[in-house]
């Protein structure tokens, strides 16, 4: 479980949680105990969580989050990138592993419970963009409005859909990051 595997592998360094929702992001901080918070969007007092967090003396060690902690905050002394939650997305993994991997981190320790590295391999690997992602460029005749747009099953955010939802399997919602998977 991720809580021991923390104590296990990365007891005493500085840790990013990424959770599924909400719920989750709560009940880890929970079993981490009290040297853990939990960020989520409306945390009134994030700003100053996060500036504490990278205090190397804080008291707290464990940061769990639901896209809040994703991309846009350097977090110099965290340490550990630990995934509970799956992404099919490899520019999201990327973007919370890149989280510990910096050129400020002498060894940065990626616990991945979900997954993910299984799906998108590892950092070191080479990512052959170009061959990935070919550029296309998307044109919408007479749209359905009603089919363009659907709510992400965790945040209930509009998500705007150029997928045919028959035909995608899942979507990643921008504002918390889950994964829409589509039956």
Same mark, same amino acid.
């Given at each position: 479980d991720a809580v021991k595997n923390y104590h !296990?592998?990365? &007891?005493? /360094?500085?840790? @990013?949680?990424? *959770?599924?929702?909400k719920e $989750? +992001?709560?009940? =880890?901080?929970?079993?981490y105990g009290d040297r853990a918070r939990c960020v989520l969007g409306e945390t009134k007092q994030r700003t100053q969580w996060l500036q504490e967090?990278?205090?190397?003396? $804080?008291? $707290?060690?464990? =940061?769990?989050?639901?896209?809040?902690?994703? &991309?846009g905050v350097n977090l110099k002394s965290a340490k550990v990138a630990q995934l509970c939650r799956h992404t099919g997305s490899l520019s =999201?993994?990327?973007?919370? @592993?890149?989280?510990?991997? /910096?050129?400020?981190?002498? /060894?940065a320790l990626i616990l991945d419970h979900a997954g993910n590295i299984a799906l998108h391999g590892e950092p070191k690997d080479f990512i052959d963009? &170009? *061959? /990935?992602?070919?550029a296309h460029e998307v044109v919408i005749d007479n749209f359905d409005r009603d089919k363009?747009?659907? !709510?992400? !099953? +965790?945040?209930?955010?509009? @998500?705007?859909s150029l997928l045919d939802s028959k035909k995608a399997k899942s979507l990643v919602c921008p504002q918390c990051g889950y994964d829409n998977f589509f039956q």
């Amino acid at each position: 479980d991720a809580v021991k595997n923390y104590h !296990q592998f990365g &007891e005493g /360094r500085k840790a @990013i949680v990424f *959770a599924t929702g909400k719920e $989750h +992001a709560k009940n =880890l901080a929970i079993q981490y105990g009290d040297r853990a918070r939990c960020v989520l969007g409306e945390t009134k007092q994030r700003t100053q969580w996060l500036q504490e967090f990278d205090n190397d003396n $804080h008291y $707290h060690n464990v =940061l769990t989050n639901v896209g809040v902690i994703t &991309e846009g905050v350097n977090l110099k002394s965290a340490k550990v990138a630990q995934l509970c939650r799956h992404t099919g997305s490899l520019s =999201l993994f990327l973007q919370m @592993i890149g989280r510990v991997l /910096r050129p400020t981190n002498q /060894r940065a320790l990626i616990l991945d419970h979900a997954g993910n590295i299984a799906l998108h391999g590892e950092p070191k690997d080479f990512i052959d963009w &170009e *061959a /990935r992602y070919n550029a296309h460029e998307v044109v919408i005749d007479n749209f359905d409005r009603d089919k363009l747009f659907f !709510q992400c !099953q +965790a945040c209930d955010a509009p @998500i705007m859909s150029l997928l045919d939802s028959k035909k995608a399997k899942s979507l990643v919602c921008p504002q918390c990051g889950y994964d829409n998977f589509f039956q």
